[in-house]
């Protein structure tokens, strides 16, 4: 019977968008082309601004029942509107959807030491918050409602889309991810927790976008397996936050959906101009092929004999003779059986925890303060280091060209010796350390079914209930946000100096050493958990020694829950209210993120 029902409504709906869209698409075909490509972006701009004036209109209206019952209903409104424009305002205006959907914590951009901006922050998730904060003055809110609707009014009038078709396929990937990446773990509805309504949202506007592009599908079965699809995955998505099955998701939604997008730009004939972060194949966000590695690298040069070079790299990153004393390479701390870590709290000379080069390329900054943007430049700190390689790129540049094997793989590889490629050597080898073969991986790929019900549960519980995955997302599980994958984020959550209750912060002052900005003390890069379970000491001094330790850490505040009083600390203060079983399981889902024998990998 509900089969039935179900299937019923897949027609009544495919009855309506097509009765809604008939009189705009029924004379396509026989349009001239550049019609055809440029009349559904009118349509889109037109559906667009509209829900712009709608989101205007209804925060107006919250404006005169502030601090009454209806203020959530007509934010939800406001709201609604907005996520109903975020999947185009995301892709083609990037700036402006962070301005209006950033977390309410205080934003500063650090350039150089001479340009640093410290702005407070606005939009609808401040506002959101703002709304539940009793003794938050009136005028306050009506500051960011005003910044809301100008910055939306800014937008409108500014706004005229011209979208070809392999903007549609970015455009609609990118929708997807964010939901499957972002959305569904409660990133931007961090009090209502009202994400899967607002999923919902963003899949019906992927469904008219799509309707919208009728005319482009040449099999007409393409699309009614998109609408069937669309229309299940909504209807999936009416769940309870806490309860939500985010695994069977992104394997039953998400994955498939990808897989219908690449069908899609094959039989539209789309022609990409070049790759994003991620690839133009997609079809899994679990996998070696789901990123295009070029997009993290600092180099535009075309990656051939990819093989040879990964083993180049591999030679030099065992290399002792690259260092001043002869004694040092970056083997040393970077083992290969401990997930390119030490296993010891700080390696002798260093401050600082020895991080795993695991899925290190996937990243848009470097070392745990950030302060190096590159794979390559990053390189260069550890040459130059008095207390590791203690060298310059002059001095290894000619120890490799006295080795003649070096030097006749060099040439063949890279045309010359010099001390760039020998950096890019390094840097193709350790971007080669992201296999993506975990148990995990391998389940949510349906290359095998060995998950437990604890692992799965404990999937779900670090993407919803435990808000792990607002900072570490998927599927690297580092601080670099999807699905445009430009920024590598930094948290401050009160690491203690010892393990004692209370205790005193860190005396590591992370990213303010870099540039002295006082909001950004005790500030650290967040860094990839994949094969965590192999890789403690944890935490960047190596305070905790187990995944238990670092649960039971964030289940009471960070920071806030040793007695430290941190002033900017991004951690939400609040017990999450984990219970023993449920931390239990949060751990069992990590370690299957340990990678298939990965000290035999490389």
């Excluded at 967040?526 to 995944?547: A, D, E, F, K």
Aim: aromatic share 12%; glycine share 4%; proline share 3%.
């Amino acid at each position: 019977m509900l089969i039935y029902y179900g299937l019923k409504l897949v027609r009544t709906r495919l009855f309506l968008l097509t009765c809604s869209f008939l009189l705009l698409f029924c004379s396509c075909k026989s349009k001239e082309v550049d019609y055809v490509e440029n009349e559904p972006s009118a349509v889109l701009e037109n559906h667009f601004k509209r829900n712009i004036e709608n989101s205007v209109f209804y925060l107006d209206s919250l404006k005169y029942v502030l601090g009454e019952t209806q203020s959530i209903y007509y934010y939800k409104l406001a709201r609604a509107e907005f996520k109903k424009i975020e999947p185009i305002l995301a892709f083609v205006d990037k700036g402006n959807y962070k301005f209006l959907n950033q977390p309410n914590l205080l934003k500063v951009e650090e350039e150089d030491a001479t340009d640093i901006k410290i702005k407070k922050p606005s939009g609808f998730q401040v506002l959101e918050e703002q709304l539940f904060e009793k003794t938050l003055p009136f005028n306050a809110i009506i500051k960011n409602i005003s910044l809301i609707q100008e910055r939306l009014r800014l937008i409108k009038k500014n706004t005229h889309l011209k979208l070809k078709k392999h903007h549609i396929i970015w455009l609609l990937r990118d929708a997807i991810a964010r939901v499957a990446l972002r959305g569904i773990t409660g990133f931007d509805s961090p009090v209502l927790e009202d994400s899967l309504e607002e999923a919902k949202i963003v899949y019906n506007q992927i469904e008219i976008i799509l309707n919208n592009y009728s005319s482009h599908f040449k099999d007409d079965a393409i699309l009614k397996l998109w609408n069937k699809e669309l229309l299940i995955t909504q209807i999936d998505l009416d769940a309870h936050f806490n309860t939500f099955n985010r695994y069977d998701f992104i394997k039953s939604h998400s994955h498939k959906q990808l897989r219908l997008l690449v069908k899609t730009q094959k039989d539209w004939d789309v022609v990409f101009p070049f790759e994003l972060a991620f690839k133009n194949e997609l079809t899994s966000f679990f996998s070696d092929q789901t990123f295009n590695l070029n997009f993290f690298s600092d180099s535009n040069e075309p990656i051939n004999d990819l093989k040879q070079k990964i083993a180049l790299g591999s030679q030099l990153f065992g290399d002792k003779r690259l260092s001043k004393s002869k004694t040092m390479a970056c083997v040393s701390c970077h083992q290969s059986n401990l997930s390119f870590t030490d296993g010891l709290k700080t390696f002798p000379k260093q401050n600082r925890n020895t991080p795993t080069l695991n899925y290190a390329a996937l990243q848009q900054s470097f070392f745990y303060d950030a302060r190096a943007g590159s794979l390559e430049g990053q390189i260069v700190s550890v040459v130059n280091n008095s207390d590791e390689f203690h060298s310059d790129l002059k001095t290894i540049t000619e120890a490799v060209r006295k080795d003649s094997v070096y030097t006749n793989q060099f040439k063949e590889l890279y045309g010359i010796v010099n001390d760039r490629a020998i950096r890019q050597a390094v840097a193709t080898y350790i971007r080669s350390l992201a296999p993506f073969n975990s148990k995990f991986d391998r389940n949510i790929n349906d290359l095998e079914n060995t998950l437990t019900k604890n692992e799965i549960n404990g999937f779900n519980l670090f993407n919803g209930k435990a808000k792990c995955a607002t900072c570490h997302f998927a599927p690297v599980f580092n601080g670099t946000v999807p699905p445009s994958f430009k920024e590598s984020e930094l948290e401050a959550i009160g690491v203690p100096e010892t393990t004692s209750n209370p205790s005193e912060i860190s005396k590591d002052l992370g990213r303010y050493d870099v540039f002295k900005t006082k909001q950004r003390k005790h500030f650290f890069k967040t860094p990839t958990i994949r094969n965590v379970n192999r890789t403690s000491p944890y935490m960047h001094n190596g305070i905790y020694n187990t995944l238990e330790e670092i649960l039971i850490f964030y289940n009471n505040g960070g920071g806030k829950g040793v007695g430290i009083d941190l002033e900017y600390q991004t951690l939400p203060t609040d017990s999450l209210n984990l219970s023993e079983q449920e931390m239990k399981d949060i751990i069992s889902f990590l370690k299957t993120l340990d990678d298939q024998d990965s000290d035999k990998l490389y």
